[in-house]
């Protein structure tokens, strides 16, 4: 393979603008990178729960999947009409998302973000992924963005709950849950 990136900085963004991926010149500022800027955090986030060590195995497997996804989900939104993620994406993640849930007892109170590290860094990355949604989503009100893009992530904010209560169990043994006026 190539070297796809042979010097990684080019002085084209100290004007205040940047690439998209179509070679269209726009403010970094633009809804459009901040979409899928907030998906490449979201994509480090992701990173840091897979930091941790002693995962299951099926954690790991899934969320290194994510990452891949989140890859293609973010190309898509760099590259104006171009397509990736589609509704057989956002399925798997609702298979997924299902098959860690129904091992875990029902919620009856909401829960605090926290548990072990690997738990904790999963519910940082459920919020980052949120703010990824609403990102792409204020992108959609002035732009095309395909239904899938907000769906994934959607699903995918979910999953990392689920995922962050298996963390909080496989590390802790357990979740606090919220104790309203405490």
């Not at 480090?44 to 897979?50: D, K, Q, R």
Request: glycine share 10%; aromatic share 4%; with cysteine.
């Amino acid at each position: 393979m190539a070297n796809r990136l042979s010097r990684i900085y080019t002085r084209t963004g100290d004007d205040g603008t940047t690439g998209l991926g179509d070679g269209t010149r726009v403010p970094k500022e633009a809804p459009r990178v901040a979409a899928y800027g907030t998906v490449d955090e979201a994509n480090s986030t992701i990173g840091v729960v897979l930091a941790a060590a002693g995962l299951p195995p099926a954690v790991r497997e899934c969320l290194v999947a994510v990452q891949h996804d989140l890859f293609d989900l973010g190309a898509e939104l760099c590259i104006p009409g171009h397509r990736v993620i589609t509704a057989a994406h956002v399925e798997r993640l609702e298979r997924v998302l299902d098959g860690f849930n129904d091992a875990l007892p029902p919620l009856k109170e909401f829960i605090l973000p926290g548990g072990g590290p690997a738990a904790a860094a999963c519910h940082v990355a459920r919020t980052v992924v949120r703010r990824a949604e609403r990102c792409v989503w204020a992108l959609a009100r002035i732009e095309t963005v395909a239904a899938e893009v907000t769906q994934y992530l959607n699903r995918l904010s979910d999953l990392l709950f689920v995922v962050a209560r298996v963390l909080a169990r496989h590390e802790q043994g357990g979740e606090e849950l919220w104790k309203r006026g405490r």
